[in-house]
Structure formats: structure tokens, C-alpha cells
């Protein structure tokens, strides 16, 4: 992994995926290498804090996704990255305080998190949560209908779902079965995180968010949840995952690593910035180039 002090870096090329063809320009002393990037998500200064509590958690991060984009984002236990990410998703438990979010030239947060989901936006959580009494097969074909619905395209009866969702299953390696259980209920946090990829297979997004997809997952699991991704991938789809560990950035090929600090250490990264370089950085994330 190199470090760079910028924002603007290279994509890697990640293998699996075609992507339009690369140009070169110069970034800090570099030459890199960048697509014709199409901005997909904007995210200017955001801030927000915890509602029950009035905590400010995230104090003004800065970000930007473009199409095709495979984003890491990595930092400490308890730094926000997940908070990051449901306050995209539009979480209850977390109020905006400031700045701005762009999702495919629309103010994202404005919308209901349902639309946001219907926009395009898919996230899966660290920890999913159990649906009793709902079967996983009926679940899926409603969030999918009420996907097509949102496109303007025919909606699905059960006899066609069936076929597209058994594809589905085999790109993730799973078993038929899951589909009659109930939403997580009883599933083994390696099942749980395969089911959110399946959620993703199923649904489609223009960007998704992972959290820590890895955790928890043994060795094939991690590569059968990475193969699935890279295959969901194309040049026009985007990933914002966040993660601890290295062997998933290997597998998926970020083509940015953003490091997440807290806010302690935000000052003193200001601190060390302005006398080092004579720049201030006033942004909650850092953003370092990765490649293999
Ligand atoms: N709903 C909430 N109620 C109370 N505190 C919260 C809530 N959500 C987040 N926090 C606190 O905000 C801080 C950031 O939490 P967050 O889950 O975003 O961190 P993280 O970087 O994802 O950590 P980890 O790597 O351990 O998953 C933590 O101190 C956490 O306890």
C-alpha cells in the first residue's frame, strides 16, 4: 500500500471488470492512471451527530464516488466508518447537522430512505437483522418488484422470479433452502453475510455499501462473497466498502483506500499538516492511493 497526502488518485485496474479506457495524468509527483470519471456520490463536509444523545460523531467528511469506483474505507474501532454509512442510508438514529450529499445529481438527503434505496443505493449492514415470519424468497421478490415498479418496468410474479433468483443463489454459493427460512433467522454470521450479497445480486444498485462484509467469514466464504461482487461489479456500478482487514482489498481491488480518524486525531493530523506541508486539512477522511 503507498501513502499519498491527496485526494485525487489512481484507480487500479481491477481485472475482473471492463472499464472505459485509462488516460494518464501526473497526481503528486505520480503519474496515474484515470478514467472520464462520472461523479455518482458527492459528499461535501458532512456532519452529524447521534439523536438520542446529541453526540457529534461525524465532524465533516469529504468524498467522492465515481462510476466504476471501488472505494475501501478503513480506520480505528469506533472512527464512524459505519455511522458514515448509515447516515448515507438515511438511519434513524443519526441526525445531519451539515454539508451535503449528491447521489446521481440529486440531493440525497432529502429523500426517504426507501427512496434512497429505489435510487440506487444498497447497503448491507454489519450486523443484519432477523425478519420473523418473513421468508427470505418472499422478501426478495417484493424488494425487487418495488424496484421494478420504481423503474417503470413490468413487476415479476412468482414463476418468473424464481429462475432469476436461483441464478442468483448459485452466484453466491448457496443453498436452496435459505430461501423457505425466515430472514435471517437462524442463520450463522457467515450465512447472514452471504444473504446481503444475495440482497445485492438480486436488487442490483448503482452503489453499494458493505460493512465489513468480511467479518466473521471463513476463508471460502470470503472468496465465494468477493467472486460474487466482482461479478455484480461493471463499469458503470460502484463499491464503498468498509473493512479492517487487507485480504478483502486484495480480492475486490479498491481503486481508492480512505482512512477514517477520529476527531482527536484529525487535529493533530491538522497540526503536523500545517507545520509539514502548510496545508490545513479540515476533513474527517483521508484518502491514500492502494494498489497490489
Ligand atoms: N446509535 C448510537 N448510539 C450511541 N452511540 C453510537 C450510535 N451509533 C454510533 N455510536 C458511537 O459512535 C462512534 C462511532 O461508531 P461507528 O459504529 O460508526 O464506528 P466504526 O468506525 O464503524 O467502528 P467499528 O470499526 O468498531 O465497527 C462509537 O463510539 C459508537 O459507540
Known amino acids: 500500500m503507498a501513502l499519498s497526502l491527496l485526494i485525487h488518485c489512481s484507480p487500479t485496474v481491477n481485472p475482473l471488470r471492463r472499464s472505459p479506457k485509462p488516460t494518464l495524468r501526473r497526481v503528486n509527483h505520480r503519474v496515474c492512471v484515470a478514467s472520464a470519471a462520472t461523479p455518482l456520490l458527492q459528499v461535501n463536509d458532512l456532519r452529524a451527530k447521534i439523536v438520542e444523545s446529541n453526540v457529534d460523531i461525524l465532524h465533516g467528511v469529504n468524498l467522492t464516488v465515481n462510476q466504476g469506483e471501488v472505494h475501501a474505507i478503513m480506520g480505528k474501532n469506533g472512527s464512524g466508518k459505519s455511522t458514515f454509512a448509515k447516515v448515507l442510508v438515511g438511519h434513524p438514529d443519526y441526525e445531519v447537522t451539515g454539508g451535503s450529499v449528491v447521489f446521481k445529481g440529486e440531493n440525497l438527503l432529502e429523500m426517504e430512505p426507501e427512496e434512497r434505496s429505489l435510487a440506487g443505493l444498497f447497503m448491507s449492514f454489519q450486523s443484519p437483522v432477523e425478519i420473523p415470519g418473513v421468508s427470505n424468497d418472499l422478501f426478495l421478490a417484493m424488494a425487487y ?49 452471504r444473504n446481503e450479497i444475495l440482497q445485492l445480486a438480486v436488487l442490483g444498485a448503482d452503489l453499494a455499501i458493505l460493512d465489513e462484509i468480511d467479518s466473521g467469514l471463513d476463508v471460502d466464504a470470503l472468496r465465494d462473497v468477493a467472486n460474487a461482487v466482482n461479478r455484480i461489479l461493471t463499469p458503470e456500478k460502484s463499491l464503498l466498502m468498509i473493512t479492517h482487514y487487507r485480504r478483502i482489498l486484495d480480492l475486490l481491488n479498491p481503486t481508492h483506500v480512505h482512512v477514517m480518524v477520529t476527531f482527536n486525531l484529525l487535529l493533530i493530523f491538522n497540526i503536523i499538516a500545517s507545520f509539514e506541508f502548510g496545508i490545513c486539512m479540515i476533513h474527517g477522511v483521508f484518502t491514500f492511493d492502494y494498489w497490489n
Open 145 to 193: 418488484n418495488a424496484r421494478m415498479k420504481k423503474l417503470g418496468r413490468e413487476e415479476v410474479g412468482p414463476i418468473e422470479f424464481l429462475p432469476y433468483l436461483m441464478e442468483k443463489l448459485q452466484l453466491v454459493n448457496m443453498k436452496a433452502d435459505f430461501l423457505n427460512r425466515n430472514v435471517n433467522q437462524g442463520f450463522s454470521g457467515g450465512e447472514r453475510k
